[in-house]
């Protein structure tokens, strides 16, 4: 069994509103959500000692939400990830989107779902949030009713994700928090060991668009089938960091998509997900400018992020799943997080 409290986060300048917090709470884990972007703000774990940490970057007040920040722990959407040049066309129609990320648009543009108040809706075993996007934001067609929920079954932390539209749009809805096992404010990820299951990854241009090509994994830095140390990989093939799309299984079932592990701590999370891609990020922008919960530093590759999603800038790629959403369909994805000691 779950709890569920709720209590006031912070108030928004100006007027703009209160934002609540709710913490979930099983005898596994512990997670504090905000109604600012349905924000995921802190995710206690224990480790094989039974002692708790804090295991995803963020800020423990709303002030160091509403700065500029990369996104920790938010929902993104209407569309997650790069759309190239911030153009695409639907219908034969030209839409134009906000350049965020030169030369592209990304996670939404410049006010995205991250950047907003839902309203919320407690459950016996979790929270729903719900908002209306509408007609135009962000340059994007049609009204969108979107809802976020978070449920927490024992060791499992369950999101879901729906959307109706009122003219056909893209929608790409995933949860940007990211995770070090060994607590947060520890300096790296290298003792990680990550394993992802995908055959196949999506190789990307200089501005992070994908080319269009969809590469085997066998025989390069990304084949990720078998466990390895970060670290370690990093520096055995010369990479910056990761910041790539994995193709999963194109099944709309629930499947398996990733494991990490921290040895040290014995922390393990699995990823499964209905999801055709999960974006890997290893923090690679991070910088150590940002003061995060109990006085916390985030450099570079101080956390990772497991962004189940549809493949970046799909609408603009006939090759790559289909990301419109059409009046009279919903939009309907889970995530499955799971969290336990080995």
């Given at each position: 069994?779950?709890?569920v409290?709720?209590?006031?986060?912070?108030?928004?300048?100006?007027g703009?509103?209160?934002?609540?917090?709710?913490?979930l709470?099983?005898?596994l884990?512990?997670?504090?959500?905000?109604?600012w972007?349905?924000?995921?703000?802190a995710?206690?774990?224990?480790?094989?000692?039974?002692?708790?940490?804090?295991?995803v970057?963020?800020?423990?007040?709303l002030?160091?939400?509403?700065?500029k920040?990369?996104?920790?722990?938010?929902?993104?959407?209407?569309?997650?990830?790069?759309?190239?040049k911030?153009?695409?066309?639907?219908?034969?129609?030209?839409?134009?989107?906000?350049?965020?990320?030169?030369p592209?648009?990304?996670?939404?543009?410049?006010?995205?779902?991250?950047?907003v108040?839902?309203?919320?809706?407690?459950?016996s075993?979790?929270?729903q949030?719900?908002?209306?996007?509408p007609?135009?934001?962000?340059?994007?067609?049609g009204?969108?009713?979107?809802?976020?929920?978070y449920?927490l079954d024992?060791?499992?932390l369950?999101v879901?994700?729906?959307?109706?539209?009122?003219?056909?749009?893209?929608?790409n809805l995933?949860?940007h928090?990211?995770?070090?096992?060994?607590g947060q404010?520890?300096?790296?990820?290298?003792?990680?060991?990550?394993?992802?299951?995908?055959?196949?990854?999506?190789p990307?241009?200089e501005?992070?668009i994908?080319t269009?090509?969809v590469?085997?994994?066998?025989?390069?830095?990304f084949d990720?089938r078998?466990?390895?140390?970060?670290?370690?990989?990093?520096?055995?093939?010369?990479?910056?960091?990761?910041?790539h799309?994995?193709?999963l299984?194109g099944?709309?079932?629930k499947?398996?998509?990733?494991?990490?592990?921290?040895?040290?701590?014995?922390r393990?999370?699995?990823?499964?997900t209905t999801?055709?891609?999960?974006?890997?990020?290893?923090?690679?922008?991070?910088?150590?400018t940002l003061?995060g919960?109990?006085?916390?530093?985030y450099?570079?590759?101080s956390?990772f992020?497991?962004?189940?999603?549809?493949?970046?800038d799909?609408?603009n790629?006939?090759?790559?799943?289909?990301?419109?959403?059409?009046?009279g369909e919903?939009y309907?994805?889970?995530?499955?997080?799971?969290?336990s000691?080995?």
């Amino acid at each position: 069994m779950a709890s569920v409290t709720r209590a006031v986060f912070g108030e928004l300048p100006s007027g703009g509103g209160t934002v609540e917090k709710f913490q979930l709470q099983s005898d596994l884990l512990r997670v504090d959500i905000i109604s600012w972007g349905c924000t995921i703000t802190a995710l206690e774990v224990k480790d094989r000692q039974g002692r708790a940490s804090d295991v995803v970057l963020g800020f423990a007040e709303l002030e160091g939400y509403l700065q500029k920040q990369p996104y920790f722990g938010a929902v993104i959407g209407r569309v997650a990830n790069r759309i190239a040049k911030g153009t695409f066309k639907v219908d034969g129609k030209e839409y134009h989107l906000a350049i965020n990320k030169e030369p592209n648009s990304l996670h939404g543009g410049v006010r995205g779902f991250d950047k907003v108040l839902w309203t919320p809706r407690v459950l016996s075993n979790g929270v729903q949030f719900s908002r209306i996007s509408p007609d135009g934001e962000e340059g994007y067609p049609g009204e969108l009713k979107v809802w976020v929920t978070y449920t927490l079954d024992g060791g499992e932390l369950i999101v879901n994700y729906r959307a109706q539209a009122s003219q056909a749009t893209p929608v790409n809805l995933t949860n940007h928090s990211y995770f070090n096992l060994a607590g947060q404010g520890s300096p790296n990820i290298y003792d990680h060991e990550v394993t992802i299951e995908a055959d196949t990854y999506l190789p990307v241009d200089e501005t992070l668009i994908p080319t269009g090509e969809v590469a085997p994994v066998q025989g390069t830095a990304f084949d990720l089938r078998k466990p390895v140390e970060l670290g370690k990989h990093l520096q055995d093939f010369h990479l910056n960091g990761f910041d790539h799309n994995f193709c999963l299984k194109g099944s709309k079932e629930k499947h398996f998509c990733a494991r990490v592990h921290h040895a040290a701590s014995g922390r393990v999370l699995e990823v499964y997900t209905t999801q055709p891609g999960v974006q890997f990020y290893t923090g690679n922008f991070l910088d150590g400018t940002l003061k995060g919960k109990n006085g916390a530093v985030y450099p570079k590759h101080s956390g990772f992020c497991l962004e189940t999603q549809n493949w970046p800038d799909a609408v603009n790629q006939p090759r790559f799943p289909p990301v419109l959403l059409r009046p009279g369909e919903e939009y309907d994805h889970t995530t499955w997080c799971k969290f336990s000691v080995a």
